[in-house]
């Protein structure tokens, strides 16, 4: 077995994972500040409800969760079924 041969396998297969990672990421970002914008640009909302409305679903979930751990509140009630 050729050990830089399975090295060079597996590192090939986690630059793939990365990149689709940071492409998800640039995706979730653009999405977001499409969002933003949408919700900006109507008469209810102040262009800071709007940034707080846009950023809540995810930001603060996923804080707690890198905080402290937790599985996110989703995942623990489909754990308990």
């Given amino acids: 077995m050729d050990v830089r041969a399975e090295a060079r ?10 990149w689709v990672g940071w492409i998800a990421v640039a995706y979730a970002v653009v999405a977001g500040v499409l969002w ?6 109507r008469d209810g ?8 409305i846009s950023l809540e679903p995810v930001s603060l979930q ?20």
Avoid: C, N
Wanted: glycine share 4%.
């Fill in 36 to 41: 933003w914008i949408d919700l900006a640009s």
């Fill in 9 to 18: 396998r597996l590192a090939s297969v986690a630059t793939f994972f990365v």
């Fill in 62 to 81: 996923q804080l707690v969760v890198h905080l402290t751990g937790a599985p996110t509140p989703d995942a623990s009630k489909e754990l308990s079924r």
């Fill in 45 to 52: 909302f102040s262009f800071l409800e709007a940034l707080g």
